[in-house]
């Protein structure tokens, strides 16, 4: 499984990104993806997830309303949209996949595979 992240940037305060997840070497709709996020000095975070089989999703509070997670099954990529952003939004971001065994329902779970990620910087 290889996860290539996309899309980060510098942007002011307010601005917008959308960061890209492609993922290779699965199959796309057996599996969850998320976004983490860690700043300097900080713990990595979850932001959000998506389960691709059902389709339900998790937003972070700190990020509720202002970003959203979609998929695209034809191009095997996961996508944040993130609006509003804030300096504090500054981190590097990395989507991570998890196989999701029968049974198993929404995205909060352990992670196994990880990108490299992507940086992200919001300047005020």
């Known amino acids: 499984v290889q996860l290539v992240e996309s899309g980060g940037g510098l942007v002011q305060a307010g601005g917008s990104l959308r960061l890209s997840c492609a993922a290779s070497?699965?199959?796309?709709?057996?599996?969850?993806i998320s976004w983490f996020r860690q700043a300097p000095g900080k713990e990595r975070e979850g932001v959000s997830c998506?389960?691709?089989?059902?389709?339900?999703?998790y937003y972070a509070d700190f990020v509720k309303g202002r970003f959203t997670i979609s998929n695209d099954n034809a191009r095997n990529t996961v996508y944040l949209r993130m609006n509003s952003l804030e300096p504090e939004d500054t981190a590097d971001y990395y989507c991570?996949?998890?196989?999701?065994?029968?049974?198993?329902?929404?995205?909060?779970?352990?992670?196994?595979?990880w990108g490299q990620g992507t940086q992200v910087t919001v300047s005020s």
């Open positions: 998506i389960s691709i089989s059902d389709g339900s999703t």
């Open positions: 991570a996949a998890l196989e999701m065994t029968p049974g198993t329902v929404g995205c909060l779970h352990e992670y196994n595979y």
């Open positions: 070497g699965l199959t796309f709709d057996d599996y969850a």
